[in-house]
């Protein structure tokens, strides 16, 4: 049986590539990722906090972690959105980015939101 958990936050994920942030003959590429959330369970949840791992085409890797998403802690009921903008700058033309956000649901559960990997690249970088 392949039930969805009452603790279903979906995310969707749109990147682009911000040229006139970046300089590429300095080795600095910033890229904008937009992140859609759906509450998709049966209780209403609180994003508590984020963890990123951000990796660049030279295998370099950092985590990020910290409190909400833009300075806020959104809460959803089943069935809102919550939809956000940010960044992340990068040493490489490419790269990806995947992690997890810690939610916590109105009945005192917590649980996790994973935030399937994603790629960053420039324009016509990768086929």
């Known amino acids: 049986m392949n039930e969805k958990s009452p603790y279903t936050i979906d995310v969707q994920v749109h990147t682009r590539f911000v040229p006139d942030q970046s300089v590429p003959g ?39 972690r910290g409190e909400g998403v833009v300075g806020e802690q959104p809460w959803m009921r089943p069935g809102d959105d919550y939809e956000y903008t940010s960044g992340a700058v990068l040493e490489t033309a490419v790269g990806t980015m995947h992690g997890s956000y810690q939610m916590v649901a109105d009945d005192g559960t917590r649980f996790e939101a994973p935030i399937p990997a994603f790629t960053l690249s420039i324009p016509r970088t990768l086929h």
Not at 37 to 51: C, D, F, S, V, Y
């Open 26 to 64: 300095e080795n600095r590429y910033v890229f904008a990722y937009t992140i859609k959330l759906h509450n998709a369970g049966i209780i209403p949840a609180r994003l508590l906090t984020r963890h990123w791992v951000i990796t660049d085409a030279n295998g370099k890797i950092e985590e990020v």
